[in-house]
């Protein structure tokens, strides 16, 4: 990273330079904590900061739509069978090819995205619906 970068960044970041620096020279004490990373990630928004944290824990993050959800359940489960069906579709036709351009690549991997971002949003709904209290914490009740 220029001198110039980190400046501006810790300058966002309301962190001086030469500590920042620091937290990312592995061979300081100073390590970056997981509020430095978010405050990397809010002025930066770079993405992978948070996706390498979540890679070293064999975890993986995905981002959860803007879009306007359906209707019910069913509805969100059909819509995420229509995707993954798109997917699929376009996953064959892109083999057959043999060959993708990185427009091509870059459309797909947003798609993909797209559909995991619902499944989590799915997900989500389906605890929320039919959470169950459980039996420890019944008895705390």
């Known amino acids: 990273m220029k001198d110039r970068n980190v400046e501006k960044l810790a300058a966002s970041m309301g962190m001086s330079a030469h500590v920042l620096r620091n937290k990312f ?26 996706d390498a944290l979540l890679f070293e824990c064999g975890l993986t993050a995905v981002a959860i739509p803007d879009a306007e959800r359906a209707p019910s359940l069913t509805h969100q489960v059909i819509q995420l069978n229509s995707q993954i069906a798109s997917i699929g579709q376009r996953t064959l036709e892109l083999t057959e090819r043999g060959r993708i351009t990185s427009n091509e690549h870059r459309s797909f991997m947003s798609i993909a995205a797209a559909a995991m971002g619902s499944v989590a949003l799915l997900i989500n709904d389906v605890e929320q619906r039919f959470q169950v209290v459980s039996p420890l914490a019944a008895l705390a009740m």
């Open 25 to 50: 020279n592995q061979q300081q004490k100073h390590k970056l904590s997981g509020d430095d990373l978010i405050a990397l990630y809010q002025v930066t928004k770079d993405e992978t900061l948070l």
